[in-house]
């Protein structure tokens, strides 16, 4: 196994924007670190989760992904969508909706999000698999991913807090760009393109 290899591709699709970072950095924007944590930690448990059940679940759902993946994607754009819309309302005179800073929305977005569904499918096949067969091996990889996946959400967090008087200054432009990357990743993940 190349393991530089496996850490590039787990850190590269786990810090590049998303749904889950974009929401992350506009929670922050709106709500601070320390609320958006909640909404992080939610995030972190089902990629965790969903990442174990690609190890579990592996040659069972080889057979089922392309319903499954098609699905994701449907469900996965619209929720986009509805969050795109969310943000791109936003404006500093009013309280932002907090089902994005909660847990449960966290929690949620992973499980709808099509960009981790596909890494978490593919991941554990591609680059774990074939060089151990071990459930024990299988899930320490999980940890590592799950923990890299963590790191790239502070990272988002991070960056908010360190930008948020920017962000805050210029809240409008800001909320149009986050809700037009999330619309792009809605049409991206949809399977349109």
Known sequence: MNITAFIIYCVVITITPGPTNIVILSSVQHFGARKTMKYVYGATIAFGLLLAASAVLNHVLAGVIPNIVGIMQIIGSVYMLYLAY???KMNSGEAAPSHNTNFFSGLVMQFVNPKVIVFSLTVIPSYVMPYYSSSLASFQFVAIITVIGFLAFMTWV?????????????????????????????????GIV
């Open 158 to 190: 991070i960056c908010g807090t360190v930008f948020k008087k920017f962000l805050q200054q210029h809240q409008k432009i800001v909320n149009i760009l986050m809700a037009l990357f999330l619309v792009y990743s809605a049409i991206m993940a949809s």
């Open 86 to 88: 969310q943000i791109y």
